[in-house]
């Protein structure tokens, strides 16, 4: 069965264009690859994410994007988030993490590590009482 291959693009509404674009492009490190008068396209990494201008409704639960993120830049890329947007949660999890707000309230965590480096810490960690299967 063929399933799933990744991640194809993250879409996010936003209620001020240029603002959005600023804080992708500058904060994050974002390259701007396309724009128009109602949207843009950027790359971060390997993501392709799409800001689309309209009403938004921020989250108020747990539901949030992750971006990767090198051990070696994570305390210079923190700094520059630090300095230009709101933090919504400490990290209490596996891994270096900062957890911030975008412009519009999107959630947004920094995170370094893998899905293999977060298993890898539960098995030496079983009092989390998370059930792990296959041979992950």
Known sequence: MTGITGLNHVTLAVSDLPRAIAFYRDTLGGRLAADWDSGAYLELGS???CLS???VKPRDDY????LSCAPDNFATLANRIR???DLWQDNTSEGQSLYFLDPD???LELHVGTLQSRLSHYRTHPDKAVRLHGNT
Do not use: E, Q, V
Request: aromatic fraction near 12%; avoid cysteine; charge should be positive.
């Open 63 to 66: 539901t949030h994007i992750a």
């Open 105 to 107: 309230g999107h959630r």
């Open 83 to 85: 300095a230009t947007a």
């Open 47 to 49: 993501l392709w994410l």
């Open 53 to 55: 201008f309209g009403p």
